[in-house]
């Protein structure tokens, strides 16, 4: 049987792709009207960056001690080897024994 | 343009270890969705329309016979922000692209495609097919994780077990290494990382990637720098 997608989901859904597209490419957009030198230029290079980082400190952080050997490890493996899986591996291994023996 | 596909594949095989993460995480929202009355339609227009984890994640949390679409569009527009800068921060890679292109583009950019591309433009060889390439990868490995949750009672009920949940962790850190340019990044960073912990304890929902994000770059802004900084400190009023 083919499922009916109900109005009030075609609406919900639309909506939330709606307000994601628009930010996706609004950001993309608007960056193009920024100046491209100059202090704000910086920033806008530095942006990246902060973005990336912001995103993974506070589940590294919520991890403890072990996250931040973790996330050490896995630094030093993708910095060693250049390989982002196997550094990767390396830090979900660290976390994963550091679950199954509960420290 | 001739190395579309090449260019496609190569964003697809970079993309295989958050892809595999991803898989596994659609897969516990699948069992989440089932429990909520989703059809696999409802899922894949999901999947299709909106394409971004942790809004879905929240709407499917949302998600009954009355659906809240007011509250559910605004959650999906706080949790989504990000999206405003990461979009943003994609402006040197499709810089002398036309509007078509870039709209065509944007609409598979996801946290995981995104950071790996920017990985990769570090290395100089970053092209909008790649990043394209890894979103068509993620979308399919997304989309059969989320199916196979839903439709099969998911294959990882509980990703913590196994560190899945650090999976995204390692790799955007791995990623974050290799987007470190040098000594300049020093006061961004850490300027980055206090806000996004501030605002992880005291904000809800992913306000503290925006926090980080915009505090980094301000203080990359505002902050010194080693060749401009001569002619800039010309521009503060002298007493």
């Known amino acids: ?103 | 343009m001739k190395h579309r596909k090449p260019e496609m594949i190569r964003g697809a095989r970079a993309n295989v270890p958050v892809a595999a993460s991803a898989m596994a995480y659609g897969s516990v929202l699948g069992v989440l969705a089932a429990q909520k009355g989703l059809s696999w339609l409802d899922m894949m227009y999901m999947n299709s329309a909106v394409f971004a984890g942790a809004a879905q994640f929240v709407m499917v949390d949302m998600w009954s016979n009355h659906m809240p679409i007011f509250e559910m569009t605004l959650a999906v527009l706080v949790i989504n922000l990000r999206y405003l800068l990461i979009g943003a921060s994609l402006d040197p890679l499709f810089s002398g692209r036309g509007l078509l292109h870039k709209m065509g583009m944007m609409h598979l950019v996801a946290d995981e495609n995104w950071a790996v591309t920017m990985s990769e433009q570090r290395n100089g060889s970053a092209t909008t097919w790649f990043l394209f390439g890894g979103g068509v990868f993620l979308y399919l490995a997304w989309s059969s994780g989320t199916l196979i949750g839903l439709l099969g009672g998911g294959f990882i009920t509980r990703p913590e077990d196994y560190a899945l949940d650090f999976a995204f962790t390692a790799v955007f850190t791995a990623l974050a290494v290799g987007l470190w340019r040098g000594k300049g990044d020093v006061l961004p960073g850490v300027v980055a990382g206090a806000a996004a912990l501030l605002a992880h304890k005291f904000l809800p929902g992913k306000w503290y990637i925006v926090a980080g994000g915009l505090a980094g770059a301000v203080s990359a802004m505002l902050g010194p720098c080693e060749i401009e900084e001569a002619e800039e400190v010309e521009d503060v009023p002298s007493y």
């Not at chain 1, 307000?19 to 806008?44: D, E, K």
């Open chain 1, 1 to 103: 049987m083919f499922p009916a997608i109900k109005p009030q989901v075609l609406v919900a859904v639309g909506l939330a792709a709606c307000v994601t597209y628009s930010l996706r490419l609004g950001g993309l957009l608007l960056a193009s009207r920024f100046p491209r030198s100059g202090r704000f230029r910086r920033g806008m290079d530095a942006l990246p960056g902060a973005l990336l980082f912001s995103l993974v400190l506070p589940s590294i952080v919520a991890e403890g001690v072990w996250g931040l050997m973790a996330a050490a490890l896995t630094a030093i493996v993708v910095l060693r080897t250049r390989n982002t899986l196997a550094a990767m591996l390396c830090g979900m291994l660290v976390i994963f024994a550091v679950r199954k023996m509960g420290l």
